[in-house]
């Protein structure tokens, strides 16, 4: 697959919807992360701006503010004690929107509170630092791994309070300078939103490095591990099946021995991807290690695995360099007849089928039922 983005994962850097499983998990645990690391920040930072406020601004202005100040930073504090390690991008997203809608209130306020406020020299160059809080907004979503999407819209709402702040009568810049605001708000969120999604770009290819085998492009075994507890816990949950194949292909060693690495790498690359013109949608195919692979079939019966078994036979696993064949030794292990309580013991009973396959003769299947 190489360093860079293929067609399908450019892509996911504009729209959220078709990410895999693992980069929407790994994302939504770095973006609470941040929020919750920039919510306990402001929580402080927030707060402390009261002294500036009072040394400045007269009574009872600063009063006001401090009052908001104290509830912003309160909810700042929630927000931060609120958020939690999760794999889930709706509770990411609605901490995103606290972590915008807090300040987002807060600038409107202060607007109100300035614009019925006699302001001195020092005083109106103290509040025009409220004026530049929607740039310090828009410019910290170049913080998040966002996708374009993403950004917009979380960038088009401050945008909006600018310009309705703008309109009222509430801008403590001058109204002329309204359109030049805008479009300089825009390009600063512009250029955030590109600094978000170089930074999906990144994590993408981190995960996918992680999550593929580089020679294969299957699973590799720690993302393997992962899926295989994945779909343990989710078929003990619902009393489903769950089949687990080993596939180990047969005098592998051999290649390598007689005819080099580099031809033993086309053949493991030309078996899986035989392997996976046979498979179903929803199968899983993980590079176990060397010439071994694991088969994740979720919602599969015994019998039901053998037919996908066999259909993978007889659609070839390619040929070996001298022409001949490439045959495969298969354990097959199911979670219901097998009665096994954890994913490894599965894989064991798998394994130990394999190598019965082995000992029998290899180029054939032992299941877990006479089927």
Known sequence: MGKHLVDEELTWLFWPGRHMTLLTTRRAEMILLRVRVIAALFAVLTALWIAVDAFVLPWPAWGELAAGRLIASAAFALLAMSCRKSGSM?????????????????????????QKTELNDL?????????FLPFVMVAGLGMFPLTAIEGLAFALPVLGAEFAASA?????????????????LGMIAAVATMSGMSQLGFMIALVRQAVRDPLTSCFSRL??????????IIASRSNTPLSVAFVDLDN???INDNHGHDAGDQVLISATSNLRGALRTGDMLVRWGGEEFILILPSTYCDEAVNVLERVRAHGLGTRPDGKPMTASIGLAERTVDSRDDWRKLVEIADKRMYTAKQSGKDRIIACSPA
């Not at 009222?168 to 300089?184: A, E, F, P, R, Y």
């Open 90 to 114: 709706r509770q990411t997203y609605v901490a995103l929107v606290m972590l915008y809608l807090i300040p987002t209130v807060f600038f409107v306020f202060s607007y109100l509170v300035m």
């Open 123 to 131: 005083s109106s160059t103290i509040s025009g630092v409220y004026a």
């Open 168 to 184: 009222l009568g509430l801008d403590m810049l001058n109204l002329s300078h309204l359109i030049g605001t805008i479009w300089l």
């Open 223 to 232: 993302s393997g591990e992962e899926l295989l507890e994945i779909q343990f």
């Open 252 to 254: 592998f060693k051999s």
